[in-house]
């Protein structure tokens, strides 16, 4: 049953993979500039912020089988959509549509995964950072294959449309009716409520200590690679496809840490390898941003990939613990701390329009500063 909710973070994150490197691409095109792209990269995450804890509440007191169904339908609309896009305002609709979509298709799956084995949640979350590790890495290098043969971003994401097709009609047999005893639609009481009991967990310190290094940590993951290709060749000077496999070296190296990261947690605490790993990339990031080699660069952006593996499975998996099986909760309350998140890709957008996109990476720094301060001396994990 697992496989099932690993193959959709597959999915999303080959989707993934293939979009934050077609900005070099999408750029020219649709001619943007930074202030559009960051807000490409912003706006759509900061809505959907408002969107999915409804959402998710309704998949936890109804029936969660039909949210993520009903999710994964206009997730694929919404890839086709970006494949039609002809502006950056159709570009940008595009992108509102899915955020809160894959909210329900991708997060409620991840969700419903944890709740399978509580007892191996670290192991399992492993196991869907991996997955979705491969899609990020195959993603580039499709795209840089397209790019070679004329196939364009605009092909590929109709391409990912009809893949979502596909995986969409194989969840609709796999994923199994929850046993719930309400076959009604959650009234508005009921779903605020649920928001009540959700929120009640701000007061544990240690569960918003989790949402804050987490939304910390992403600057090292997904902001970061949002802007990699940018930076390759904006300031590197690679060719659109060069950036893309640039950071398919990148999403390589750390594939293979994600891999290597599912035994290491069995025989070690996540916590003690992240440590670990933060004291590295507070080494190489500046490092990487001061070298003028591109070949250098290069070679310490696949360093970087391999140690920020496991950043996210473990960060994630402590909070699933902190709240003791909450999925649902889990997923509003990352939702709700996401609202600041969502909004640094535009403050980044805005700084490289005005001084340059290489004064603005050293922004990303305060990730690794942050759980270098933030991350507990001791963890205690329950059961």
């Known amino acids: 049953m697992s496989f099932v909710y690993l193959l959709i973070e597959f999915l999303d ?30 706006l759509p995450g900061f809505l959907a912020s408002f969107i999915e804890p409804f959402l998710f509440a309704i998949a936890d007191t109804w029936k969660r089988r039909a949210v993520i169904l009903a999710g994964g339908i206009f997730f694929t609309i919404s890839l086709a ?17 899915f955020h809160p979509s894959s909210g329900a298709f991708v997060s ?49 994401f109709l391409a990912l449309a009809l893949l979502s097709t596909l995986i969409l009609a194989y969840a609709w047999k796999r994923i199994p009716n929850a046993s719930t005893t309400n076959h009604q639609l959650p009234n508005f009481t009921e779903i605020l409520n649920q928001f009540k009991l959700t929120f009640a967990a701000l007061k544990n310190w240690s569960i918003v200590r989790w949402l804050i290094l987490l939304e910390f940590s992403d600057l090292m993951l997904d902001v970061l690679y949002a802007f990699l290709p940018l930076y390759f060749v904006d300031v590197a000077r690679f060719t659109p496809a060069q950036a893309a496999l640039s950071v398919a070296v990148w999403t390589g190296v750390g594939l293979l840490g994600d891999f290597l990261l599912i035994p290491l947690v069995e025989r070690m605490k996540g916590l003690d390898y992240l440590r670990i790993s933060v004291v590295i990339e507070l080494i190489l990031f500046p490092l990487f941003l001061l070298t003028p080699q591109p070949w250098l660069k290069l070679v310490i952006i696949g360093f970087m990939g391999f140690f920020n593996s496991g950043w996210y499975a473990i960060l994630k998996a402590n909070l699933f613990d902190a709240m003791h099986g909450q999925s649902g909760a889990v997923l509003t309350l990352d939702n709700v701390s996401g609202l600041f998140g969502k909004l640094i890709p535009f403050g980044i957008g805005l700084a490289a329009h ?7 990476m050293w922004l990303l720094l305060a990730g690794p500063i942050a759980l270098f301060i933030g991350l507990p001396g001791r963890l205690k994990v329950e059961g």
């Not at 293939?18 to 807000?39: C, F, K, M, S, T």
């Not at 005005?354 to 603005?360: M, Q, R, T």
Request: hydrophobic share 50%; glycine share 12%.
């Open 81 to 97: 959509l970006t494949g039609i896009s002809f502006s950056f305002l159709f570009l940008l609709s595009s992108f509102i549509l």
């Open 108 to 156: 409620i799956s991840q969700a419903s995964l944890m709740d399978l084995a509580p007892e191996r949640r670290e192991h399992n979350m492993a196991r869907w950072t991996f997955a979705g590790s491969l899609g990020v890495f195959i993603g580039p290098i499709l795209l840089s294959g397209a790019a070679y043969i004329g196939f364009g971003w605009r092909g590929m």
């Open 13 to 42: 994150e080959l989707i993934y993979g293939i979009g934050e490197a077609a900005w070099p691409l999408i750029r020219d095109d649709l001619h943007l500039n930074y202030v559009q792209i960051g807000l490409a990269l912003s």
């Open 354 to 360: 005005n001084f340059g996109i290489g004064p603005a």
